[in-house]
């Protein structure tokens, strides 16, 4: 199958023709041809004003719900949002029933997903159960092909657990995620602790949970020598504490989720459930500085933290709906909207380039005779997102009826394309 690209900006640092605008033609997953003008007949013609290519998007945070919340997502739904939001690579969660904490799981994953769109890459849990005692089996996961470990939605507490983590996953160059969160303090907090959580009735979760684990984790991986990836970070002090360690020489990386540089705790004034999410939403005043961190590298990568959910969890008193919202299809825009001046490069490195990096993913060249792997993006096309446009399974997300700015147009992953009417 051959498809013509005509007239598309490049972003690439590894491409010849980066920040070039030239017409691109894929020939059964090969890029056979990059030029001025290229005049071949093709099976597929994608031409769009404006039209910008990178390298494959990668997301690193998601949940997939397969096995055993089929009912939220699964591997084939959560495929097809996440190749209608610009990934070519996702990883999954090992929040599912059983858990992701042994290789069956992982292999489970990994044969399921193989005729789908997207490649599915499974975070292994980094204890039994998630239930933070005792250690699975890392090893055998990581040979099976389990890219990162975390325990998800439920961050490990125990200083003395995670330092045996960070010493075991140093035998293969592993990383650990963790979504920063020290669950003791502020236990029962339903949104961001300050003036907005007491004017609502609501218990507050304070920044002090989030910083402590930072804090800490830093300081193992300082100890260990080990690589550790915080995502979720809200806090302007936690985002200090990463500056440091990177300069320090550590081998510690973070990601922001797109909801919470567009969302702050007072958009919470009508108890809108699609807004409650974990970590919560914090105030204007650290938007500002996240997004800053954003435009002066500290922050490293964009994760969704796509949790979707089915619509009785969503449609109850806010104290008893579920945390999350759905985030891949929506991720770009809404980056492109709140940051409308980051260039194209730099959303390559946030969305492609630095995860790759960080998590020793296989870097895709836009290049003649390379294997194909690409996002393609229009940055100024207004996109208003309504319900029956998405692929996901579930429709929870508050970016619904919202003006959004920069539409993604599809990818190319190998042979298999998925392009957005």
Known sequence: MKILIQKVHINDLHSLHNGTIKDILIENGVVKKIQENISETADTLIQEPGLQVSAGWVDIFSHFGDPGYEYKETLESGAHAAAAGGYTDVFVIPDTKPVVDIKGQVEYIKQKSKSLNVNILPIGAVTRNLEGKDLAEMYDMHGSGAIAFSDGTRPVQSAGVLLKALQYVKAFNGVIIQVPDDKSVGANGLMHEGIVSTRLGLPGKPMMAEELIIARD???????????????????????????????????????????????????????????????????????????????????????????????????????????????????????????????QQMADLFSLNARRIFGLTQPEINEGKTCCLTLYQPDMPWVPQEESFHSKSKNTPFIGKQLRGKVIGIINVEKVFLNN
Do not use: W
């Not at 510690?252 to 009508?270: A, K, N, R």
């Not at 089915?310 to 492109?336: C, H, N, P, Q, W």
């Open 218 to 344: 830093i300081k193992l991986a300082r100890y260990t020598e080990s690589k550790i990836h915080f995502t979720g970070v809200t806090s302007p002090r936690s985002l200090e504490y990463i500056r440091r360690a990177k300069d320090a020489g550590l081998s510690v990386s973070c990601s922001v989720t797109p909801y919470h540089l567009y969302f702050s705790d007072e958009d919470l004034i009508d108890y809108d459930t699609n807004l409650k999410v974990y970590p919560p939403l914090r105030t204007k005043s650290d938007i500002s500085a996240l997004k800053q961190a954003v435009l002066d590298g500290t922050v490293d990568c964009i994760a969704t933290h796509h949790f979707p959910h089915e619509y009785d969890s969503k449609i109850v008193e806010f104290e008893y709906a579920k945390y999350g919202m759905t985030g891949l299809e929506t991720a770009y825009s809404v980056l492109r909207t709140v940051l409308p001046e980051i260039n194209g």
